[in-house]
């Protein structure tokens, strides 16, 4: 069970972090386009958010795994 919830965090934690480079952010781009957030500010600041909860999350699911 644990195996499938550190796989969906693992292809999560890929998706979000491969598309961040520090010249171009594809995906915040599209995140603010989406019409969801008021600003391009808040885009990134919910972006970061999700990015730093995923990594944070698999680590979680990994440390309860190995401690099983």
Not at 23 to 35: I, K, P, S
Not at 45 to 59: A, Q, V, Y
């Amino acid at each position: 069970m644990f195996n499938l919830f550190r796989f969906f965090f693992a292809v999560l934690v890929i998706l979000l972090i491969v598309p961040q480079t520090p010249t171009e952010n594809n995906l915040l781009r599209q995140f603010n386009n989406t019409g969801l957030f008021a600003n391009y500010g808040e885009a990134k600041w919910f972006l970061n958010f999700i990015t730093r909860f995923s990594i944070f999350m698999f680590f979680v699911i990994t440390l309860i795994a190995v401690l099983k």
